[in-house]
């Protein structure tokens, strides 16, 4: 088994969404047909790349612990600062077995999203906000 960072995957690679890029749907609208699903899909990355662009953005380094599948089949995972926002809608052990269920499909690669029949597939001149961008956006400022 591969480790995993802290909360995620290995270095398969997953697809993330920035829910900002959603003014793709607008282009779904104008399409003569409403297929049963859409979907819009962001860029393919680790989440150590993510990590990367983390550190980078912010110029500073972060403490980046790993830990194996087995301790996300038995629903541990660390609790970091962001995870008492959580508790505010849902109680501690309920919000990690979800968490530690996400991390997992994450980590076992069924988090990823086809692009085939995407709304970015059928509308190849709008771009999804790239992971990158989000960081030197917002990332900056910690």
Not at 59 to 65: H, S
Not at 114 to 127: A, H, Q, V
């Amino acid at each position: 088994m591969g480790k995993i960072l802290n909360w995620c995957l290995n270095r398969d690679p997953n697809r993330e969404c920035c829910t900002k890029d959603l003014y793709i749907v607008t282009a779904a609208l104008e399409m003569p047909e409403c297929p049963r699903e859409n979907r819009v899909v962001g860029e393919t990355l680790t989440v150590n790349h993510l990590v990367d662009l983390a550190e980078d953005a912010a110029r500073k380094r972060f403490d980046v612990k790993y830990h194996s599948l087995e301790t996300l089949k038995e629903f541990q995972i660390p609790e970091l600062p962001g995870h008492e926002n959580g508790y505010k809608e849902y109680p501690r052990e309920v919000l990690f077995v979800f968490l530690s269920i996400l991390h997992r499909w994450m980590a076992e690669g069924l988090a990823s999203i086809s692009t085939e029949g995407s709304l970015n597939e059928k509308s190849p001149d709008i771009k999804p906000l790239t992971a990158q961008e989000l960081m030197g956006k917002h990332w900056k400022s910690l």
